[in-house]
């Protein structure tokens, strides 16, 4: 089956900085894949570069089959985005905003209020639909976000470290959550530098200093240990990748 996404190589420059160095990795379908790099790791660039954002000449991403560089439409048409930054308008309420993005995918009428009531149901805010953005706490306006990018029915979600600003309890719901997206047949790619939010069955790609050190379940490779010193272990010695796989 095509992966989810798949990324060849992929390499950026800031000038003469490098931010990513032959950067390859894949999602298969139905997955949640934790990016996990310290500040300065190359997460922002590799998101920037899969929502398009940035373009890069050096290597190959694909989104469920299509070139991010010679498809772009049809490839940033199965991407679902939550930003690290909230994206909102306050001053409407959840089901305004709501309708205002499923517009912006030409979706209207009919179709677009099945479609948020079943995004907002996927995410358990069908009920403060009437309620303005500005009245939700943090929790659950992460959540309104996560709905909004589901409306158009993407195939893949990509979350830049969602739950920043967030307390204990509200990054805990906002996790499982997502996690249970993926039992639905959604694939995710959560960027993050938490490795409490990675359960021991979720796949883990380790970036530090642009470069893939790991990409392996979080059980294996927590191996004997804990996923976080194991983490602590690879970027705290030389950025040698210690193997790839599946």
């Given at each position: 089956?095509?992966?989810?996404l798949?990324?060849?190589?992929?390499?950026?420059?800031y000038?003469?900085?490098?931010?990513?160095?032959?950067?390859?990795?894949?999602?298969?379908?139905?997955?949640?894949c934790?990016?996990?790099?310290?500040n300065g790791?190359?997460?922002?660039?590799?998101?920037?570069l899969?929502t398009?954002l940035l373009?890069?000449?050096?290597?190959?991403?694909?989104?469920v089959?299509?070139?991010?560089?010679?498809?772009?439409r049809?490839?940033?048409a199965k991407?679902?985005?939550?930003?690290?930054?909230?994206?909102?308008d306050?001053?409407m309420?959840?089901?305004?905003?709501?309708?205002?993005?499923a517009a912006?995918?030409g979706?209207s009428?009919?179709?677009a209020?099945?479609?948020?009531?079943?995004?907002?149901?996927?995410?358990?805010?069908?009920?403060?639909?009437?309620?303005?953005?500005r009245?939700?706490?943090g929790?659950?306006r992460?959540?309104m976000?996560?709905?909004?990018?589901?409306?158009?029915?993407?195939?893949?979600?990509?979350?830049d470290e969602?739950?920043?600003?967030l307390?204990?309890?509200?990054?805990?719901?906002?996790?499982e959550?997502?996690?249970?997206l993926?039992?639905q047949?959604?694939?995710?790619?959560?960027?993050?530098?938490?490795?409490d939010?990675?359960?021991?069955?979720?796949?883990?790609?380790?970036?530090?200093?642009?470069?893939?050190?790991a990409?392996?379940r979080?059980?294996?490779?927590?191996?004997?240990g804990?996923?976080?010193?194991?983490?602590m272990?690879?970027?705290?010695?030389?950025e040698?990748p210690v193997?790839?796989?599946a």
């Amino acid at each position: 089956m095509t992966p989810a996404l798949s990324l060849d190589e992929v390499s950026f420059n800031y000038g003469p900085k490098k931010a990513l160095d032959r950067v390859s990795f894949s999602l298969p379908r139905g997955r949640f894949c934790a990016l996990l790099g310290p500040n300065g790791a190359g997460k922002s660039t590799l998101f920037s570069l899969l929502t398009r954002l940035l373009v890069t000449h050096e290597g190959k991403i694909r989104v469920v089959g299509h070139d991010m560089a010679r498809e772009p439409r049809a490839a940033l048409a199965k991407i679902g985005v939550v930003f690290q930054q909230p994206t909102l308008d306050l001053d409407m309420t959840v089901a305004r905003n709501m309708t205002y993005f499923a517009a912006l995918h030409g979706i209207s009428g009919r179709s677009a209020q099945a479609a948020i009531d079943a995004a907002l149901d996927r995410l358990e805010m069908r009920e403060r639909a009437g309620e303005k953005v500005r009245s939700l706490n943090g929790g659950h306006r992460r959540r309104m976000e996560i709905a909004r990018a589901l409306v158009h029915g993407p195939e893949l979600l990509l979350l830049d470290e969602p739950t920043v600003g967030l307390d204990t309890a509200s990054r805990l719901a906002i996790t499982e959550h997502v996690h249970g997206l993926t039992g639905q047949g959604l694939s995710v790619l959560w960027c993050t530098h938490l490795v409490d939010e990675i359960a021991p069955a979720d796949d883990v790609v380790v970036l530090h200093k642009g470069r893939v050190l790991a990409h392996e379940r979080a059980s294996v490779l927590a191996g004997g240990g804990t996923l976080q010193a194991a983490f602590m272990g690879m970027t705290a010695a030389p950025e040698t990748p210690v193997g790839q796989g599946a």
